[in-house]
């Protein structure tokens, strides 16, 4: 079925530690994710995505490793800071879908402790 | 380069009226996106635009449909509010054929309340 999941649904991590927030999608057919990050009252805000023929993928203080054998997704933020408290949500894209329908997970709130 | 914007940002509507949402791509993006997120949920495909014609539909019934004009811009219109159709409306725009796998990129959302 089209789900994707996170494993939790808050992560408190005290500031300047590193995040790791995680995310299970069911449909193998998958090859392409992204993740976003949402503020209160905005729109989505892409951080970096990752396809299916990649393992691994660096931006600026972000790491997105992809595990396609047990179908997991995770999102590591390096020096986590106040201003990445947010909502993050992991995306993924069917390799058999001819339209750009994302499919959300439910989100994880990271709360980052001064 | 100017990113997605939406309006209005925020909405009062009652039940069987019907509404109309605006979204204004990125600068130079073709495809328009529109999800809807309800609260403490992710967002949810509703459909897509491309070249303005629909290009893809999640599961949302007819009343909800869209037009996408020349300049890529694009509107979500909603006939018979019901309650349920309480939320945040999310325009994306990408750039390139629909299909491929261009980042989309989130406007602001306009925030429907139907009463």
């Known amino acids: 079925g089209e789900s994707v999941g996170l494993h939790l649904p808050t992560l408190s991590v005290q500031e300047g530690d590193n995040s790791i927030i995680n ?66 949500f992991c995306a993924e894209r069917h390799g058999s879908s001819n339209t ?5 997970g439910q989100g994880t709130t990271l709360q980052v402790k001064p | 380069e100017t990113g997605v914007t939406q309006s209005p940002t925020h909405l009062i509507k009652t039940r069987g009226q019907q509404v109309t949402l605006r ?13 809807q997120q309800a609260l403490g949920q992710g967002p949810q495909f509703i459909f897509q635009y491309y070249r303005e014609e629909e ?25 018979a509010l019901e309650l ?18 261009e980042t989309q990129y989130f406007g602001p959302g306009t925030r429907l309340l139907v009463l």
């Open chain 1, 23 to 88: 995310c299970a999608y069911s449909n193998s057919a998958s090859d392409y994710f992204i993740w976003y990050k949402q503020e209160s009252g905005k729109g989505p805000q892409f951080i970096i995505d990752i396809r299916s023929n990649m393992d691994k993928r660096q931006g600026q203080r972000v790491t997105v490793l992809l595990n396609k054998t047990v179908k997991h997704l995770s999102l590591q933020i390096a020096a986590t800071q106040p201003g990445d408290s947010a909502v993050y």
């Open chain 1, 100 to 104: 750009g329908k994302l499919i959300f």
């Open chain 2, 23 to 35: 979204c204004s791509s990125q600068s130079g993006h073709n495809t328009v996106s529109w999800y």
């Open chain 2, 55 to 79: 290009n893809g539909r999640g599961n949302f019934p007819p009343r909800f449909s869209g037009l996408q004009f020349p300049n890529y811009s694009s509107e979500l219109n909603v006939n």
């Open chain 2, 84 to 101: 349920d159709d309480s939320a945040l409306y999310l325009c994306a725009s990408s750039l390139g054929l629909a299909g491929v796998r």
